[in-house]
């Protein structure tokens, strides 16, 4: 059991990290790597979001959807359900910890239709997770998501000091370094069935 | 057909459901947790430039307006607003205006590239504060500008350039914030009260055989200034001038007597300039 919820939560950190294997939540990667702080903040916005998120669709699609064959509503119910929770998480941070709902600023709301929280919530049904399983995979995808965006945060405040050609300078630059990082998380490929050899 | 019915009433009526459960609870969530606005904190912040270049100290704008809304006076901290700002402030807040003193920016470093020299090549990054780590950075005086700009980096308004090698102040785009000030590694730019009319642009405190044979414009500590100053101005930190600007009467004597060039009018036509200032801010108060 232990090992089971091991491979799901390597698997989901290092070898389909969302944002590097799977490219899901770039806009939101790209949009607050610039500096460590709101990265980090952004992150634990994602982290929170993808457990409730998890935690809420998993009963919505095996309680509901599947016992009236309704899962070609899926997509349509997980969005509206996300969008709210996000809405709601929203509202909560502003009035218990605003320096961070500043510090997120535009990015919170973007979660709403962050493609990351929506993949792991529907990852997890079409894996056919256990509940407990959703969870850890859902934490997992968000420790990989902090672990991306804290590692890209470093590599764009190198750049911000390095001197880039006009042609590149801005996106280009970051998008190149993007893939370069993403490329060094292939060397994961692998590390999971050699670890616990499943 | 009662199932084609069926098939299309149970989602809808499962999605109706689930959207008016889900705009049910926002609302609750929205009452539970409603933030309760401040309205003096409100109007105080329409009233500030909302340049956000925490010169005042607070993060920003938004801290400012925080921080008088809730027991602050101070309504001089705002060195962007100026006048008009703290007076505003004030009536809003309803208390005595404290009036900012206006101030600007001013580089104190003549050495450009053809005054200095260089004393290695420097191919390292792109920053005043990486250069500076590197024995003092490249530039024959270790007290001078390094060109970088971490200062133009810095200012919120693009009053900054490098031209030649050392930044460069537009005082007409300065707002006296101090950001350039607190980032600069040589702290070589200080902030001086608008009507000041001549400065001391260098800070080098070597001797002044060393300052001599390193830049053409440096103080060479010669004291020429402070013999010749009438009010007594002019003292000397190590071999360097400095001007005390409370006792300055802009007779620009000692910019006239300078033998190096280092003590400089900051404008050509500042000298009106100052006069037209000091006058508006006696109209003002």
């Known amino acids: 059991m232990t090992k089971e919820f091991l491979i799901i939560i390597f698997s989901a950190i290092l070898v389909d990290n969302f944002v590097l294997s799977k490219f899901m939540g770039i806009c939101s990667f790209l949009g607050v790597s610039k500096n460590l702080k709101t990265a980090m903040g952004m992150s634990g916005a994602v982290v929170c979001v993808m457990l409730v998120a998890s935690a809420i669709t998993w009963p919505i699609q095996h309680l509901l959807l599947n016992p009236l064959k309704l899962g070609y509503l899926q997509t349509l119910v997980f969005i509206l359900v996300i969008a709210a929770l996000v809405q709601m998480i929203e509202m909560i941070m502003k009035k218990s910890m605003p320096p961070l709902h500043k510090a997120l600023g535009i990015y919170l709301p973007l979660i709403t239709t962050n493609c990351a929280v929506l993949g792991v919530t529907i990852l997890n049904i079409n894996s056919n997770y256990s509940f407990a399983e959703s969870m850890v995979n859902a934490l997992g995808a968000g420790i990989g998501f902090t672990l991306s965006l804290f590692l890209f945060s470093g590599v764009r405040s190198r750049i911000d000091k390095a001197d880039v050609p006009e042609a590149l300078k801005g996106l280009p630059i970051t998008l190149i370094s993007a893939s370069l990082v993403a490329v060094s998380f292939l060397g994961f490929k692998g590390l999971v069935e050699n670890l616990f050899g499943g | ?285």
Request: with cysteine; proline share 4%; charged share 20%.
């Open chain 2, 1 to 285: 057909m009662p199932q084609t019915l069926t098939n299309i009433l149970i989602p809808t009526g499962i999605m109706l459901g689930l959207a008016l459960l889900l705009g049910f609870l926002i609302v609750l969530v929205s009452k539970a947790f409603a933030v309760e606005k401040n309205e003096t904190k409100e109007k105080i912040l329409e009233a500030l430039p909302g340049a956000n270049c925490g010169g005042c100290g607070f993060a920003g704008c938004e801290g400012y307006a925080d921080y008088l809304s809730k027991n602050g006076t101070n309504t001089a901290l705002c060195a962007v607003g100026g006048v008009d700002c703290a007076r505003e402030i004030a009536s809003i807040l309803g208390t005595e205006a404290a009036i900012p003193e206006k101030k600007v920016a001013v580089p104190r470093c003549q050495g450009t590239c053809e005054q200095t020299s260089k004393r290695y090549v420097y191919l390292g990054t792109s920053s005043c504060h990486a250069a500076s780590g590197l024995l003092g950075g490249p530039n024959s005086c270790t007290f001078g500008c390094l060109g970088f700009g971490d200062c133009v980096a810095a200012c919120a308004f693009g009053a900054i350039k490098i031209v030649d090698g050392i930044c460069q102040i537009d005082r007409s785009q300065c707002h006296g914030c101090g950001q350039c000030v607190k980032v600069c590694p040589k702290k070589l730019i200080e902030l001086m009260p608008i009507t000041a009319t001549v400065a001391v642009r260098c800070q080098n405190e070597w001797p002044g055989a060393r300052t001599r044979k390193n830049c053409n414009i440096g103080c060479i500590g010669c004291q020429k200034c402070v013999r010749f100053c009438p009010q007594g101005a002019i003292s000397m930190r190590e071999s360097l001038a400095v001007i005390d600007q409370s006792k300055c009467i802009h007779c620009d004597t000692c910019v006239n007597g300078c033998p190096t060039h280092a003590i400089a009018f900051l404008r050509e036509d500042l000298k009106r300039a100052s006069e037209e200032a000091k006058k508006e801010l006696a109209e003002k108060s």
